[in-house]
């Protein structure tokens, strides 16, 4: 099973980025899947999610109204739409895939994990 991330960079405060996440080897249609981060000296943190059907979204405080989540489970790839960057939000990003049960917030109810992409926002 592999998750391909893709989308990261360098961006000017205000800016957007799209980040991807493709999943090979294994489809993931039928469970929910995340966005988690993690900035340098802290911990990974939950960012969004998304049911399985995408009739439901979750979303951090911190990122509500900017970013949004979804997916297009013919490709088995899940989307993070982040727009109004801003520097806190310089992290490296992480995909995870099939979500078990109880919270989507908590990262160990994924079963598996993308490499990251890494963020930028400067000021």
């Known amino acids: 099973v592999q998750l391909v991330v893709s989308g990261g960079g360098l961006v000017q405060a205000g800016g957007s980025l799209r980040l991807s996440c493709a999943a090979a080897?294994?489809?993931?249609?039928?469970?929910?899947m995340g966005w988690f981060r993690q900035a340098p000296g802290k911990e990974r943190e939950f960012v969004a999610a998304?049911?399985?059907?995408?009739?439901?979204?979750y979303y951090a405080d911190s990122v509500k109204g900017r970013f949004t989540i979804s997916r297009d489970n013919a490709k088995n790839t899940v989307y993070l739409q982040m727009n109004s960057l801003k520097p806190e939000d310089t992290a490296v990003y992480y995909c995870?895939?099939?979500?078990?049960?109880?919270?989507?917030?908590?990262?160990?109810?994924?079963?598996?994990w993308g490499q990251g992409t890494q963020v930028t926002v400067s000021s």
């Open positions: 995870a895939a099939e979500y078990i049960s109880g919270s989507y917030y908590v990262a160990s109810n994924y079963n598996y």
């Open positions: 080897g294994r489809t993931f249609s039928n469970y929910g």
């Open positions: 998304i049911k399985w059907s995408g009739s439901s979204t």
